[in-house]
T-cell receptor
Framework: DAGVIQSPRHEVTEMGQEVTLRCKPI?????LFWYRQTMMRGLELLIY????????DSGMPEDRFSAKMPNASFSTLKIQPSEPRDSAVYFC???????????FGEGSWLTVV | DQQVKQNSPSLSVQEGRISILNCDYT??????FLWYKKYPAEGPTFLIS?????DKNEDGRFTVFLNKSAKHLSLHIVPSQPGDSAVYFC???????????FGKGTLLTVNP
C-alpha cells in the first residue's frame, strides 16, 4: 500500500516567493495533519483536517501560511510570501478516525534564501 | 510549553549493548505513549506504543517501560544494531484531543 505522499521533496526558493507543498494521504484515512520540524522547536503541529474540514489551525504561525483540503485525497500547504525563517522540513501525516498512531510522509525540505 | 520532554539530544552506544532512551512528561492526563523512529531524509515511522494501564510493552528487541508515578518512560533496545541509528521521538496524544505532542527527539548512534 502507498504511504503518505508528499511533493516536492526539496524546494529552494527566494524570499518573497510563494511556496506550495502538496500531500496525498493514505487511502481511507480521514484525518490529515501538517507538521513542521525545526531544530529549535522539534515537531510542531500546524493544522489538522478531519473529513476535509480544518478543525484546528492554531499552530499555523501567521497569516502567510494557509492550508486547504479540497477532497479526501489531496491537501496543500501554502506560504506566501515566504521568509528565510520558514526554512524547515514540512511533514504531512494521516490516520483513520483520529486514532492515536499517525503515519508520516517523507517530508518536504524547504529552504528559503 | 513542552509537555513531552526528551532531555538527551544524543546517545552513543556500542553494537550489541543496550540503548536506553528516556522521556518525561508533565501532563498527568496522558494515558497513551508512542515512540517514533526517524532516519535522515525520511519521515518518522511508528515503532512501539504503551497504554497507561501497562508498565511494560515488548516487541522484539524493543521494550518500552512506563513509570506513571514518575511521569517517565523509556525505550530499551537490546541488542543495539548499527541500523538502529536514528532519531527517536517520544509522543503522546492529549486525551480527548487529536493532537500528538512530540518530544524534541534523541539521536541514537550505534557504533559497530
Amino acid at each position: 500500500d502507498a504511504g503518505v505522499i508528499q511533493s516536492p521533496r526539496h524546494e529552494v526558493t527566494e524570499m518573497g516567493q510563494e511556496v506550495t507543498l502538496r500531500c496525498k494521504p493514505i487511502s481511507g484515512h480521514n484525518s490529515l495533519f501538517w507538521y513542521r520540524q525545526t531544530m529549535m522547536r522539534g515537531l510542531e503541529l500546524l493544522i489538522y483536517f478531519n473529513n476535509n474540514v480544518p478543525i484546528d489551525d492554531s499552530g499555523m504561525p501567521e497569516d502567510r501560511f494557509s492550508a486547504k483540503m479540497p477532497n479526501a485525497s489531496f491537501s496543500t500547504l501554502k506560504i506566501q510570501p515566504s521568509e528565510p525563517r520558514d526554512s524547515a522540513v514540512y511533514f504531512c501525516a494521516s490516520n483513520r478516525d483520529s486514532g492515536n498512531t499517525i503515519y508520516f510522509g517523507e517530508g518536504s525540505w524547504l529552504t528559503v534564501v | 510549553d513542552q509537555q513531552v520532554k526528551q532531555n538527551s539530544p544524543s546517545l552513543s552506544v556500542q553494537e550489541g549493548r543496550i540503548s536506553i532512551l528516556n522521556c518525561d512528561y508533565t501532563n498527568s492526563m496522558f494515558d497513551y505513549f508512542l515512540w517514533y523512529k526517524k532516519y535522515p531524509a525520511e519521515g518518522p515511522t511508528f515503532l512501539i506504543s504503551i497504554s497507561s494501564i501497562k508498565d511494560k510493552n515488548e516487541d522484539g528487541r524493543f521494550t518500552v517501560f512506563l513509570n506513571k508515578s514518575a511521569k517517565h518512560l523509556s525505550l530499551h533496545i537490546v541488542p543495539s544494531q548499527p541500523g538502529d541509528s536514528a532519531v527517536y521521538f517520544c509522543a503522546a496524544p492529549v486525551p480527548g484531543n487529536y493532537k500528538l505532542t512530540f518530544g524534541k527527539g534523541t539521536l541514537l548512534t550505534v557504533n559497530p
